[in-house]
């Protein structure tokens, strides 16, 4: 299993922070505001939303978020 997995897709797009980050903190991942954003930003809820577009978000959709910022994650490190 990745650094980033669904759960960690969804809690960001459902963060009630409109501006929600990904962050790597410690090898691990966590959703914070922008403000409180100490580690690695791996992507923000605004960057998750661009790249969904329109459509249904799904389990397959979210399932290739996250495998595309375990990706990000683990050049930033991870």
């Known amino acids: 299993m990745g650094v980033v997995g669904r759960d ?4 960001l797009l459902e ?3 409109p501006d929600a980050t ?8 966590e ?3 922008e403000s409180r954003a100490e580690g690695l930003v791996i992507a923000s809820r605004r960057d998750l939303e661009s790249r969904l ?3 249904p978000v799904d389990d397959r959709r979210l399932g290739e978020l996250a495998d595309q910022l375990d990706v990000i994650a683990r050049d ?3």
């Open 8 to 11: 960690k897709v969804r809690a």
């Open 15 to 17: 963060s009630p922070s």
């Open 22 to 29: 990904l962050v790597l903190v410690g090898g691990r991942c």
């Open 31 to 33: 959703v914070v505001p």
């Open 53 to 55: 577009g329109d459509g």
């Open 76 to 78: 930033l490190g991870a």
